[in-house]
């Protein structure tokens, strides 16, 4: 009897694939056809699923995206901003590897791509919402501004965590940012 098989889920099964790979080879050094190789699949089945390399890119960062923002949303069960914000931080450091597999993917995606091209991309400004959105949700504050800048400081040490030579571990930079977070919300928005 033939296998049955979920299309939605094969898919969403072949972008946690090319997570890895993109993370470890960079996207501009991934062919189509190594990309189809590694995933065990014939180019046109990968091509049934994605109709080019940048849309399977577009799929994955919405995917990844949409996982992060449920952990975030799981995270955000603090009562106070201090606690949130804590959790933030513990959610940063129980899942490091895969936050800083993000930023190597993104690093190496910028460095091949016109700023223009991925500030107009429809796909990557609705990814940059949901993340401003989850900050937003996450430690319930309402300044957009300052979600934003969050996001910012946390891509700002995910970028460094891929760098050869470090001075302080991930640990410490997230400690460091909970501890500053939190003296920040103790004076601004304390309610």
Same mark, same amino acid.
């Given at each position: 009897?033939?296998?049955?098989?979920?299309?939605?889920?094969?898919?969403?099964?072949?972008? !946690?694939? $090319?997570? %890895?790979?993109?993370?470890?080879? =960079?996207?501009?050094?991934? @062919?189509?056809?190594?990309?189809?190789?590694?995933? +065990?699949?014939? @180019?046109?089945?990968?091509?049934?699923?994605?109709?080019?390399?940048?849309?399977?890119?577009?799929?994955?960062?919405?995917?990844? $995206?949409?996982?992060?923002?449920?952990?975030?949303?799981?995270?955000?069960?603090?009562?106070?901003?201090?606690?949130?914000?804590?959790?933030? =931080?513990?959610?940063?450091?129980? !899942?490091?590897?895969?936050?800083?597999?993000?930023? @190597?993917?993104?690093? %190496?995606?910028?460095?091949? !791509?016109?700023?223009?091209?991925?500030?107009? /991309?429809?796909?990557?400004?609705?990814?940059?919402?949901?993340?401003?959105?989850?900050?937003?949700?996450?430690? +319930?504050?309402? %300044?957009?501004?300052?979600?934003?800048?969050?996001?910012?400081?946390? /891509? =700002?040490?995910?970028?460094?965590? @891929?760098?050869?030579?470090?001075?302080?571990?991930?640990?410490?930079?997230?400690?460091?940012?909970?501890?500053?977070?939190?003296?920040?919300?103790?004076?601004?928005?304390?309610?």
């Amino acid at each position: 009897m033939p296998k049955i098989v979920d299309p939605e889920q094969y898919r969403k099964e072949l972008l !946690h694939q $090319c997570f %890895d790979l993109f993370a470890d080879k =960079g996207y501009a050094n991934v @062919t189509t056809r190594q990309l189809s190789k590694a995933l +065990g699949i014939s @180019t046109g089945a990968m091509y049934h699923y994605f109709s080019s390399k940048q849309v399977l890119f577009e799929q994955l960062v919405e995917e990844v $995206c949409f996982q992060d923002v449920q952990l975030f949303k799981m995270a955000a069960r603090g009562h106070t901003l201090s606690d949130r914000i804590e959790a933030l =931080g513990n959610l940063l450091l129980e !899942h490091e590897e895969h936050f800083v597999k993000q930023a @190597t993917i993104w690093v %190496d995606f910028y460095q091949h !791509h016109a700023l223009v091209e991925i500030n107009e /991309n429809p796909v990557f400004q609705q990814v940059d919402q949901r993340y401003q959105q989850a900050m937003i949700d996450l430690l +319930g504050i309402s %300044d957009l501004k300052l979600a934003r800048f969050i996001w910012t400081l946390i /891509n =700002g040490i995910l970028i460094e965590q @891929t760098e050869e030579e470090d001075y302080l571990s991930f640990e410490d930079k997230i400690h460091l940012l909970v501890q500053m977070l939190t003296a920040y919300s103790e004076k601004h928005l304390a309610t």
